[in-house]
């Protein structure tokens, strides 16, 4: 929970942050002092879930707990939080889709072109998500018909099956 590993002999290891490799030697080293040869092996039993946050032009916007997939052995992507959350609205700019990280205490934002991935399948567009993470979808300016339908057929675009809610307001009969 605080990030370290207590061990026999060598007592308490900071563990947050390291690679398996790097903590591996950091326990070999430490037990040097105890042993000729130390062969140690460090192993992940499971990832632990990561949060992130999915706001703007999504069908349901909030906090997500998301967790790493033990068939394909990956973390989720972009695509994968936005298909969480009920895929995009009609008014999202996915041209300009932000990823707000923070990296050594400094917060970095990708911006993403999440069209280009649909359109001519640059999967560098679709990042994988790190804890902490948090995904913006812009609104679009004009909404494009035929940018529409494809977005419906986009795995995590737009859910052609929810009911639309339209507001009638003034004179009517």
Do not use: C, H
Request: aromatic residues 6%; positive net charge; hydrophobic residues 40%.
């Amino acid at each position: 929970v605080d990030g370290t590993i207590n061990l026999p002999l060598i007592g308490s290891i900071q563990a947050e942050g390291l690679t398996l490799k790097n903590l591996s030697d950091q326990v070999a080293q430490k037990y040097s002092t105890y042993l000729r040869r130390p062969i140690i092996t460090v192993g992940l039993v499971s990832a632990r879930p990561l949060k992130i946050a999915v706001s703007g032009e999504v069908a349901t916007p909030g906090s997500y707990t998301v967790t790493f997939n033990e068939q394909t052995k990956k973390f989720p992507s972009v695509t994968d939080v936005l298909e969480r959350a009920g895929g995009l609205t009609t008014a999202s700019n996915i041209r300009q889709v932000q990823v707000r990280r923070s990296l050594a205490g400094r917060e970095q934002v990708l911006n993403l072109n999440l069209w280009d991935l649909i359109d001519k399948g640059v999967v560098s567009q679709n990042i994988t998500m790190r804890d902490g993470d948090s995904i913006f979808i812009p609104t679009v300016d004009t909404i494009n018909p035929l940018e529409t339908l494809r977005l419906s057929q986009a795995s995590f675009g737009i859910r052609s099956n929810q009911p639309v809610n339209v507001a009638v307001v003034g004179e009517v009969y």
